[in-house]
């Protein structure tokens, strides 16, 4: 059974950082391209950025571009998402997911329907 576990959410004031991490288990990890998303109250939920599943390429959405940044350790079976300089926009519940089958290219990261296996969400807020 394949467990996606997403931890490191909480209350940052804004132009501060956090680091989410997302440990993964029940699959073999290397295989999988993996992605961060968020979803707002209200809102669909959006693309924040991609890892391929050796690390080598990343991919990741014009509103955090220079902001965020997506690594893994194939390892430890976890990716991380390292935010700086939040905006209050940013709050959102954040979710890992995991993607294998077709070789990783940006715009197929970036689709949420291309994903196996997806975590609870962790819920990051950030205050004005």
């Known amino acids: 059974q394949v467990h996606l576990v997403e931890s490191g959410g909480g209350l940052v004031q804004a132009g501060g950082s956090l680091r989410l991490s997302c440990a993964a288990s029940g699959l073999t990890f290397g295989d999988y391209d993996m992605g961060w998303f968020r979803q707002a109250p209200g809102k669909e939920r959006e693309f924040v950025a991609s890892i391929s599943r050796s690390g080598g390429s990343s991919y990741y959405a014009d509103s955090v571009k220079g902001r965020f940044t997506i690594s893994r350790d194939n390892a430890l079976n976890t990716v991380y998402l390292e935010m700086n300089s939040l905006k209050p926009e940013d709050t959102s519940v954040y979710y890992c997911?995991?993607?294998?089958?077709?070789?990783?290219?940006?715009?197929?990261?970036?689709?949420?329907?291309?994903?196996?296996?997806w975590g609870q969400g962790t819920q990051v807020t950030v205050s004005s």
């Open positions: 997911a995991a993607r294998t089958g077709s070789s990783w290219t940006a715009a197929r990261s970036a689709s949420t329907w291309r994903y196996d296996y």
